[in-house]
């Protein structure tokens, strides 16, 4: 068993795509997180898990609570992310603060992926430049035990957050698209993926007849995504023409 000496308080680490609440020696309870917020899809209390973590001072075996994206948000929101709890928790703190910044400037764009026949997904990614710019600094101060459960990319805790901070404004602010003729595929495919947006749940299952209809919206935010990175809507093109005069014929030629 690996020594906690050297992590005192709650920690907060990501697995499998997800943050876990956890403090060294102790179980989930009598922890000043509401962690109690977490629930799963059927909506009971959502049970601690025991998870494997690798700590500089070894690999041990701790009880965790999963916290979803939504209830990350949730405990931003409340403002009990902070350096009191623990470095870690601090961390995550400043990420919810950097992704505020990102939503309340708009500078987030729609994400749209076929993961099957029918199954799509729709979420929302902060602009490339600024998940750049936040390298060097945020992402790269990420404590090492938020990696502790594994392999983790700081820029996808930020993308997360960023996704779900922006589904909750939208559902807040009670957003949604204006159709006129609502039983017109496209209509339709809007439709989906407008609730997809601004729902918790980003993946979606779509009739096989709305295909063209929401590959045609990937393309044109993938269409977005480049003119934002910089890639010029007008594109200047050389074309070499033969000056306009009298037609030639293979008589003219051979004189």
Request: net charge neutral.
């Amino acid at each position: 068993m690996a020594a906690f000496t050297d992590l005192p308080g709650l920690q907060l680490s990501w697995v499998e795509g997800n943050a876990v609440a956890w403090q060294p020696g102790r179980g989930m309870y009598g922890t000043h997180l509401p962690l109690g917020a977490e629930r799963t899809p059927s909506g009971a209390p959502a049970s601690p898990r025991v998870v494997r973590l690798h700590l500089p001072s070894g690999p041990t075996t701790v009880l965790a609570q999963r916290l979803s994206a939504a209830t990350l948000t949730s405990l931003g929101e409340l403002d009990v992310l902070h350096s009191e709890a623990s470095p870690s928790v601090a961390w995550f703190g400043a990420v919810y603060t950097h992704a505020e910044v990102l939503v309340r400037r708009r500078r987030v764009l729609p994400v749209l992926q076929r993961l099957g026949p029918t199954t799509w997904q729709a979420t929302w990614a902060p602009l490339a430049s600024d998940v750049e710019a936040a390298q060097a600094g945020l992402l790269a101060a990420m404590p090492p035990v938020v990696a502790a459960g594994g392999r983790t990319d700081p820029a996808d805790i930020l993308r997360a957050v960023v996704d779900q901070l922006t589904r909750t404004t939208l559902a807040a602010a009670g957003w949604h698209t204006f159709l006129t003729d609502t039983r017109a595929l496209n209509a339709r495919a809007v439709r989906l993926l407008t609730r997809a947006l601004s729902s918790g749940t980003s993946q979606f299952v779509a009739p096989v007849e709305l295909a063209d209809s929401l590959t045609h919206l990937a393309r044109e935010f993938e269409l977005m995504e480049r003119r934002a990175a910089g890639e010029p809507i007008l594109r200047a093109r050389l074309r070499l023409g033969v000056p306009r005069g009298p037609e030639l014929t293979f008589d003219d030629l051979d004189s």
